[in-house]
């Protein structure tokens, strides 16, 4: 190994391989005693430095940490949560290019990763000013979610996730209904949707379009949760979506507590989207370093003029 970590481990691991560290005991490292070691070990189980970082409390300390804004952007899934997304059936989307825009690459969620999420957001499928961010629901229709979900006083505890990773080519007809009910898009979806219901106090489930819809409907997960139905942000006729929406919040406002210090907003939608009713994507769902602006309003577009694949990112 380099003497990369030399100056975080003590003399005697200084030099060695990563993984003889990662066996060690925690006072590998350096400024940890050995009566530190044997306390981590009565207190939280952990024998190792392996087990140290990987260690849920110290995780939770930092989802509580992060209620106050702190980090400001999202550090990206926890290592368990990695490991999960590396499992997704990537190589069978890649089956079929004519349904899928492959080359920009997956996007797997937008919000908590942490075990606070007690809304869950089904939608469908990443479009351009997501496939940027790497997080679903971050162009107009997910400002649009998001004011959704400061009606219900809701400000961080959700979980957002689609029915498929990769965009998609047309609507949600047929063909991409049949590949949504297969497996394995099928099987890795409702494991994905099994994973945070069992990690995630789960107060209610959001269906969105047609795709979202279908998604919940085939996940045997579903029983006896609270599933509200809506249409897709994007859904034409803003007088109906919005008369459409407003029943959803009526169901959803006896179920979900707002989160702390927050409250609901009992007004309900008007006949269009005022701008109180459009909430910019907060940083705290967005990768570091992605510009400010990048969340607020629509900065993306495909341009496919001349045959290349190419997404045209702009500036305000």
């Known amino acids: 190994m380099s003497h990369s970590y030399d100056p975080i481990v003590v003399k005697a691991f200084r030099g060695k391989p990563v993984q003889d560290v990662l066996k060690a005991a925690p006072d590998a490292l350096k400024g940890v005693s050995a009566e530190d070691a044997q306390r981590l070990k009565q207190s939280f189980g952990v024998d190792t430095v392996r087990e140290l970082a990987?260690?849920?409390?110290?995780?939770?300390?930092?989802?509580?940490l992060a209620g106050t804004g702190v980090p400001r952007f999202?550090?990206?899934?926890?290592?368990?949560w990695e490991t999960f997304f590396a499992e997704a059936p990537l190589q069978h989307y890649q089956q079929f290019p004519e349904r899928f825009r492959l080359d920009f690459g997956p996007v797997y969620y937008r919000g908590r990763l942490d075990g606070?999420?007690?809304?869950?957001?089904?939608?469908?499928?990443?479009?351009?000013?997501?496939?940027?961010?790497?997080?679903i629901f971050v162009g107009r229709s997910g400002q649009r979610i998001q004011g959704f979900l400061h009606k219900l006083g809701i400000t961080r505890s959700y979980?957002?996730?689609?029915t498929f990773l990769y965009s998609v080519r047309g609507q949600f007809f047929?063909?991409?209904e049949n590949l949504s009910g297969q497996d394995p898009i099928l099987s890795y979806r409702n494991a994905y949707l099994d994973r945070l219901l069992k990690n995630n106090p789960v107060e209610a489930v959001v269906a969105v379009g047609r795709g979202g819809q279908h998604a919940v409907a085939n996940w045997p997960g579903r029983s006896g949760l609270s599933v509200v139905e809506m249409f897709h942000p994007s859904?034409?006729?803003?007088?109906?979506?919005?008369?459409d929406w407003n029943a959803a919040l009526q169901e959803l406002h006896p179920v979900v507590e707002p989160d702390d210090g927050e409250q609901a907003d009992?007004?309900?939608?008007?006949?269009?989207?005022?701008?109180t009713d459009i909430q910019r994507i907060p940083t705290y769902d967005l990768p570091f370093g992605l510009p400010d602006w990048h969340g607020d309003g629509s900065h993306a577009q495909r341009d496919n003029s001349d045959g290349k694949k190419r997404i045209v990112w702009q500036a305000p």
């Open 266 to 275: 009992p007004n309900p939608y008007g006949q269009s989207f005022s701008t």
């Open 54 to 64: 990987e260690n849920p409390y110290f995780h939770r300390a930092m989802a509580v």
């Open 116 to 135: 606070t999420a007690r809304v869950l957001i089904v939608g469908q499928d990443p479009s351009v000013n997501e496939i940027l961010a790497h997080r």
């Open 74 to 80: 999202d550090p990206g899934p926890p290592l368990d």
């Open 235 to 243: 859904f034409r006729d803003e007088q109906r979506l919005l008369e």
């Open 174 to 176: 047929s063909e991409l």
């Open 159 to 162: 979980l957002m996730l689609n």
